[in-house]
Nanobody
Framework: QVQTPESGGGSVQSGGSLRLSCSPSGDTRSSYCIGWFRQTPGNAGKKREGVAGIDRDGKTAYTDSVKGRFTISRDNAKNTVYLQMSNLKREDTAVYYC???????????????????????????????WGQGTQVTVSS
C-alpha cells in the first residue's frame, strides 16, 4: 500500500502561483511514477484529467494545457513531489490529486519492460494509489 497525501492547495488570483506537495509513504517500489491529476468539482460528466507525471529519475511528462506554466519535480531525499503552478488561469480551478504507481499499462509494449516507459499522467491502472485531493481555486 502507498499513501499519497497532498498539500498546498488554496485560492489565488488569475496569474498567480501555487505549489502543491505530495509525500508518498508505504511501499516505495510502487511509487516509481508520481502523477498529478485534477477534476472539476460538480461536473460529474467530466473525467479526471492528467496534469503531469515524473519518474524516480526525474523524467517528466505534461499535458499540453499546462506546458510552460506547471513544473513537476521530485526530491527523493525528502520523498516529496512538487507541482509548481504559475500563471494560473480560472480553468485550472479543480481538485488536484496525487497518484503513485507505475507507467500507464497502455504504454508498455507487449513483452517489453515498463522501466523504459515515461510516466505519462494518464487515467490508467498503472496509477494505483490515490490521495484525497486538494482544492485549487483561481479567481479573476
Amino acid at each position: 500500500q502507498v499513501q499519497t497525501p497532498e498539500s498546498g492547495g488554496g485560492s489565488v488570483q488569475s496569474g498567480g502561483s501555487l505549489r502543491l506537495s505530495c509525500s508518498p509513504s508505504g511501499d516505495t517500489r510502487s511509487s516509481y511514477c508520481i502523477g498529478w491529476f485534477r477534476q472539476t468539482p460538480g461536473n460529474a460528466g467530466k473525467k479526471r484529467e492528467g496534469v503531469a507525471g515524473i519518474d524516480r529519475d526525474g523524467k517528466t511528462a505534461y499535458t499540453d494545457s499546462v506546458k510552460g506554466r506547471f513544473t513537476i519535480s521530485r526530491d527523493n531525499a525528502k520523498n516529496t513531489v512538487y507541482l509548481q503552478m504559475s500563471n494560473l488561469k480560472r480553468e485550472d480551478t479543480a481538485v488536484y490529486y496525487c497518484a503513485a504507481g507505475l507507467p500507464p499499462w497502455a504504454d508498455v509494449p507487449s513483452g517489453g519492460s515498463w522501466s523504459a516507459v515515461p510516466c505519462r499522467p494518464a487515467i490508467d491502472p498503472g496509477y494505483k494509489y490515490w490521495g484525497q485531493g486538494t482544492q485549487v481555486t483561481v479567481s479573476s
